[in-house]
């Protein structure tokens, strides 16, 4: 069976989630704004995005995009920062 994900991409990627995690705890507004711009490139249409540079499928707008961008930004912030506090919570009990 092929292995889905190399040992030393998962440990880059586990790094950059506990990084990103440490941003978006200490600094919510930043991560949340740069997340929805982030989004927004990646996914805008060839002319205004740079995504099709990686492969990534454009939305159909610019303003899909952003709607997308809005929404990840939400589920990230939020996401991480209830994880955080269910954590606290339980160590804290």
Known sequence: MQTLIERHFAALGFLIGAGASV???????????????????LRAPKDFGFGHLAKIPSAPTISDAAYEGLWAA???VFGVTIL????????WV
């Open 23 to 41: 941003i978006v705890l200490n600094f919510p507004w930043f991560a949340f704004l740069s997340t929805i711009l982030v989004w927004t490139a």
């Open 74 to 76: 939400v589920a990230i």
């Open 84 to 91: 955080f506090e269910g954590v606290t919570a339980a160590v």
